[in-house]
């Protein structure tokens, strides 16, 4: 068995790599707890300056990294080159520009109960990374960098379907200086992985993945009393309030679902939409994705690749077909995709009532669940009637009246008049329900890797002057 690299536009198989050893796990386990001794004693400062040439080397590569993405998952060409040279770099930018803020130590002290102190954030050792294929960069990074910046060491196991960009992701690293031993690819086996668990070295786990997913990965980690970080699915509501601008929520609601053809934890899966401007919304869906394009994911013109495998592929168009035997009324949109395994129809989804099996399922593909609904009220309660919470928008010309609305959402992020809920590095990003806990990036998350460490000074020592004393200021 192997991690394959197939083309999902072509099926042409581009590249197969064995799984990993158990004795190529052992050697990765040590390399990283060796490498921890001397890595953790590294300043913050040297390991941002490993992020800003990681940086600048991704957006060099952007093209070459892009077009390997597009080659072993099918996203849009354009999509994968903004990924590793537009979001990549921006979100190790921002991390090296704020990593002595966020982990610098911090003084503390109180008149009420005197005392004085200072809270550190100390490397913790092994982490495990668990990464899913939809970003292959983008989500690398994310679970890597901050762990990283906080003196930590990772080994990665990324999604089996894309070996290449893996280790492409994790050369950039290489080539920017870093130390192999502080991140490692390993294409290790699901038996692999809980291996890696319960080795007392590792310290934390960190996954973004489906629902099943973080429930395996949380029980294993928590049988074996490690800290994990979970971000799950969603199925995000995409609120339009009365007094949305209608036309212009139409093209934001499409732009949100096209945007990676669907195959996103953080999307808008669920359009609820007053009555008064139902038919409105629903028609003018129906015509703005009339020119929805489906075709090879590497050609600028096209506006609907394939899903990222068969299986991804089997799995939508069931729930579709399930959808349709619940009750649901389904439109296809757009122009029909090529017949083939890896393809799925954009299809609008109305009348998927609460006894529909679909009306609590993710679903992760090109997918419009519109519904229709008679108040504020009744919007808000749709909305949060989901074992889901990850993400949300809301849609409304007067933006305090959509976040007193947001307010009122049960979900990690929400965004106003936005396409999509996603969050600029310098915000937390995760979800609560069964879309996982934990945060990451923002100082929350980077702080996730930290051991948060209090420390007591004797009577009489300020904690402000004795951090300048340590730093070397007056």
């Not at 040590?30 to 991704?58: G, K, Y």
């Not at 003084?107 to 004085?116: G, I, Q, R």
């Amino acid at each position: 068995m192997s991690y394959r690299s197939t083309n999902p536009y072509t099926g042409e198989v581009l590249a197969e790599f064995p799984y990993a050893t158990d004795a190529e796990v052992d050697k990765a386990l040590e390399l990283a707890h060796e490498t921890f001794q001397t890595w953790s004693r590294t300043s913050i400062a040297e390991r941002a300056a490993i992020l800003r040439r990681a940086a600048d080397i991704a957006e060099e590569r952007a093209s070459e990294l892009g077009a390997l993405a597009t080659l072993e998952m099918g996203k849009l060409i354009g999509e994968a080159t903004g990924e590793a040279g537009g979001t990549v770099p921006t979100m190790l930018r921002w991390l090296a520009d704020e990593a002595e803020n966020i982990l610098a130590p911090r003084p503390v002290s109180s008149t009420a109960a005197p005392f004085e102190g200072y809270i550190d954030y100390r490397p913790e050792g092994v982490v495990v990374e668990i990464e899913p294929w939809n970003f292959p960069y983008y989500q690398a990074i994310r679970g890597f960098a901050p762990a990283m910046l906080c003196g930590n060491t990772v080994i990665l196991k990324h999604a089996s379907i894309l070996p290449q960009c893996a280790a492409a992701i994790v050369q950039v690293l290489y080539d920017a200086g870093l130390p192999r031993g502080v991140w490692q690819n390993l294409y290790a086996t699901h038996a692999q992985v809980e291996r890696l668990i319960s080795d007392d070295r590792v310290r934390i786990v960190t996954l973004t993945g489906s629902e099943a997913a973080g429930a395996k990965i949380a029980q294993l980690a928590s049988r074996h009393l490690k800290k994990s970080v979970m971000e799950l699915g969603g199925s995000d509501p995409f609120i339009v309030l009365d007094d949305a601008d209608i036309e212009a929520t139409i093209q934001l609601a499409i732009m949100g679902r096209c945007f990676n053809a669907g195959q996103v934890c953080a999307s808008p899966k669920r359009m609820i939409v007053p009555d008064a401007l139902y038919d409105r919304f629903v028609t003018g869906l129906k015509e703005s994705t009339a020119q929805l394009r489906p075709g090879d994911p590497a050609a600028e013109d096209t506006t609907v690749p394939p899903m990222s495998s068969r299986e991804q592929a089997a799995t939508v168009n069931d729930q579709i077909r399930r959808a349709i035997e619940g009750g649901a009324s389904a439109t296809p949109l757009g122009h029909i995709v090529p017949e083939g395994d890896t393809w799925v129809q954009p299809t609008l989804l109305e009348n998927v009532e609460r006894d529909n099996p679909l009306f609590y399922e993710e679903i992760f593909g090109p997918v419009w669940s519109v519904y229709r609904v008679s108040s504020e009220e009744e919007a808000i309660r749709l909305a949060n009637d989901s074992c889901y919470g990850l993400g949300g928008t809301v849609h409304s010309v007067d933006v305090a009246h959509a976040a007193r609305v947001a307010a009122r959402v049960d979900t990690g992020t929400v965004a106003i008049n936005s396409p999509v809920p996603a969050v600029p590095a310098g915000m937390p990003f995760g979800g609560v329900k069964r879309s996982g806990f934990g945060r990451e990036m923002g100082y929350e998350g980077v702080r996730e890797f930290a051991n948060i460490q209090s420390i007591l000074l004797p009577e009489g020592i300020s904690a402000a002057e004795f951090l300048s004393s340590l730093s070397g200021k007056e």
